[in-house]
């Protein structure tokens, strides 16, 4: 198992450009979501998804979209890029929505730079 | 909303020596509860978790955490640290019917001292 995969690690985009942050998991978990991480702040809930077809919103959306067209994906669009949204952006996935397997596993991250 | 707070930033300690690293959080009804490690540049780690029984829970690389509802805290322990122990730790509650939306703390930063 790979587990939660992310790329790029990298990116630095200018502003008002567009990028697909790409997430994927190998492990059927049903639960799926976008955090970013901030100095000082820990990390905020961006958006979530609890299976294929249902997304929803989390702390901070704006700015950002998301869709949930498989099980195993979840990518995180930023449509137009500005330099509040320079960050480290974490993927994470569940097995499901029961209490018990709440544990959620989060991917290496990528790190987005704004100019 | 719940809330989630570490009050140390930073906390160093001599390797050998005991550990507590402080979360208090707001929530309503009993919580899901959560300790997380990053070590730098990597992603988080589950250490523990909490969400009913034993208030007393263990977790991996010898730590635990006690649940104590009275004083809405979650602290995080370790008899012995290690150098290795050096990172970030955060504490996080589970929002939600399932606990699957983290609400994290800011996080301490541990040093440890040889």
């Known amino acids: 198992n790979a587990g939660v995969t992310q790329t790029p690690k990298f990116q630095v985009l200018k502003t008002g450009q567009s990028m697909t942050l790409q997430c994927a998991q190998d492990?059927?978990?049903?639960?799926m979501s976008w955090y970013r991480q901030d100095p000082g702040m820990g990390l905020r809930l961006i958006h979530y998804?609890?299976?294929?077809?249902?997304?929803d919103q989390g702390e901070v959306p704006n700015g950002y979209n998301v869709s949930r067209s498989t099980t195993e994906d979840f990518p995180l669009r930023l449509l137009s890029a500005a330099p509040s949204q320079t960050s480290v952006y974490f993927c994470?996935?569940?097995?499901?929505?029961?209490?018990?397997?709440?544990?959620?596993?989060f991917g290496p991250g990528t790190r987005l730079t704004v100019l | 909303a719940q809330s989630v707070t570490q009050p140390d930033i930073h906390i160093t300690v001599s390797e050998g020596a005991s550990l507590e690293l402080r979360c208090n959080y707001s929530?309503?009804?009993?919580?899901?509860l959560f300790w997380y490690v990053q070590s730098p540049g990597q992603g988080l780690q589950l250490l523990l978790k909490?969400?009913?029984?034993?208030?007393l829970v263990q977790g991996i690389k010898g730590f635990e955490a006690e649940f104590k509802r009275s004083q809405s805290s979650f602290n995080l322990r370790k008899p012995s640290v290690h150098w290795s122990d050096a990172a970030e730790y955060f504490c996080?509650?589970?929002?939600?019917?399932?606990?699957?939306?983290?609400?994290f703390g800011a996080g301490t930063i541990l040093r440890v001292k040889s």
């Open positions: 994470a996935s569940s097995y499901g929505t029961s209490g018990y397997y709440n544990e959620q596993f």
């Open positions: 492990m059927n978990h049903e639960y």
């Open positions: 998804s609890v299976g294929a077809g249902i997304t």
């Open positions: 929530y309503g009804a009993t919580p899901y």
């Open positions: 909490y969400f009913s029984g034993d208030t």
């Open positions: 996080a509650v589970g929002e939600g019917e399932y606990g699957n939306k983290l609400v």
